[in-house]
């Protein structure tokens, strides 16, 4: 997916679009007392590895404490719903994220693998209410998976864990608004 500045967010539209609801709910970027359980795959682990590095970067930032983080490795991507769906079952997660990297090769094999693994994280979130976070990189070659994992703010393990912060955030919200 692509994005670009012509496709953000409107501050100002937002706003005016406060004006027109009965309750607003967003998301905070605080991640104290959240406990988050990363699922990352051996099989392209090197790309995994860089991930969960962005991920601990964005916990610090956001006040999600190391000791509240579990990481569980798994064989490759299509292997990590099942242990999402284990995490979310315990009740001791707020949220979970899985790591991995589905290169494209000369097979139809990643559109199995990608779009799998894809579909059981969203089963698990769907079916247990606990957010989990699809941070597998689906590329087309091992450059476009470095990219994305780059130690900076490009790393799109810290944006999954932005991402799950920000989704309970908005859970816990939406529960207290209804």
């Known amino acids: 997916m692509t994005s670009s500045n012509k496709t953000d967010l409107d501050p100002q539209a937002l706003e005016a679009l406060y004006g027109k609801v009965g309750a607003n709910i967003e998301g905070a970027h605080d991640g104290r007392g959240m406990r988050i359980g990363i699922i990352c795959a051996r099989f392209n682990g090197g790309i995994s590895q860089r991930l969960l590095d962005g991920a601990f970067d964005a916990a610090e930032r956001l006040g999600v404490e190391s000791a ?14 099942l242990v999402a769906r ?15 990297a589905v290169i494209r090769g000369e097979t139809s094999h990643y559109d199995f693998v990608a779009g799998e693994c894809a579909r ?3 089963d698990v979130g769907l079916a247990t209410g606990i957010p989990t976070i699809f941070g597998v ?14 130690p900076d703010a490009s790393n799109k393990g810290a944006e999954a864990l932005e991402t799950a912060v920000e989704l309970v955030q908005v859970l816990r919200a939406s529960a207290l608004s209804s």
Do not use: H, K, M
């Open 137 to 150: 990189l689906t590329t087309e070659n091992v450059e476009q998976a470095l990219d994305r994992c780059r």
């Open 68 to 81: 509240d983080i579990s990481v569980a490795w798994v064989p490759g991507a299509f292997e990590i719903p």
């Open 86 to 100: 284990a995490f979310a079952l315990t009740g001791n997660y707020d949220a979970t994220i899985g790591f991995g």
């Open 120 to 122: 059981g994280l969203q």
